[in-house]
């Protein structure tokens, strides 16, 4: 006899939320405000989460210095009331209409981007390159929302998410290690993109930040082998960390060439995958020569300028390049089954913890690195 599972939805009341709650709102460039705003009401398939903890990302640092990749009602974010930040968890406190996949009371960790779901990348399950992103204003209303993006983020006491952004924090996980989760989910989210076997095969992860050490934690689980890290000197400990989440070999390129050094460790045969999480200006070109014939780039990083790459190497090598935006595929729900298990531990790169009150300073240790920062996390 097959005994079906209980999907029978028990009612719970909403818990008493208040009208108003405080929030931190971008004003002019680098310039944030506390101030007092309505608490959102959830629609239809969207639930209220109180925030618990939120965690600041480099790409938070580029939407309050430059605006961009934020656009909010089809143009830069600055003074017009919205809140940033994008990587945090919370509780349910309130349904939306017919919502029942999740329940008041349940802890959940977020994915950022919810598309439009009416496109043609949304309806290829590409929701992260959503074509109508930004597109959740008066008169250009098509339901897109990337929370601290395109949408109010999570730099406020609550925020309202749609169901399919939310993953269930696993039993006995910390607030602040629960904000970690999504980093996690863009990393499986460019494993899942490079589109390889993974399993024995070789890969190279450019830069140490959040995403390229989750890269490390991630792949490890996945049984690469080996894991080759790369950063800087200035990145002793991001990589002393790359070794305890399972790098095979770590490379400081101000020792040694990071090519020379993967052709090293690879016995001349090159790596079958790059991760690039650095951003520099050669990455490019360095990651083409790191792999073999035929290997496979992902590109993860936000660089400061344009870059010149030697595309005829990369042609006449059958050289794949892929780019990847955000954590799509629903790869935050697989990063969260994989740290529920234990495969690694993403606190290792928790290095920070404020107050509310105080995300100025929260935003100032992470981009100036201020103490080694890597992932600093502002808590309820
Ligand atoms: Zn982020
Ligand atoms: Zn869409």
Sequence with gaps: MTVLPDTTTKPAAPLKVPEKMRAWVLGRPHELKLVEKPVPQPGVAEVLVRIGATAVCGTDLEVISHGEPALVQGGLPFEKNFTPGHEYMGTVVKLGPGVDEFAVGERVAVEIHAGCGRCERCREGMYTACTNYGMNYAGHDKGHRANGFTTDGGF???????????VRVPAGMSDEEATLIVTAGTATYGLDVLGGLIAGQTLVVTGPGPIGLMTVGVAKALGANPVILVGTRQDAKRLEIGRQLGADAVVCVDDEDPVEAVKRITAGRGAHYVMECSGAPQAVNQAARMVSRGGRICLAAFAKEPVLVDMAYIVSN???????????????????????????????IHTHTFSFDQVPAAIRQSRERIDDAIKVVVKM
Aim: net charge positive; aromatic share 10%; glycine share 8%.
């Design 318 to 348: 059958n050289i794949y390049l892929f780019g990847i935006r955000g954590e799509g595929k629903s790869a935050t729900r697989r990063a969260a089954s994989l740290i529920e298990q234990k495969r690694f531990s993403p606190k290792l």
């Design 156 to 166: 406020a006491e609550y925020a309202v998410n749609h169901v399919n952004t939310m």
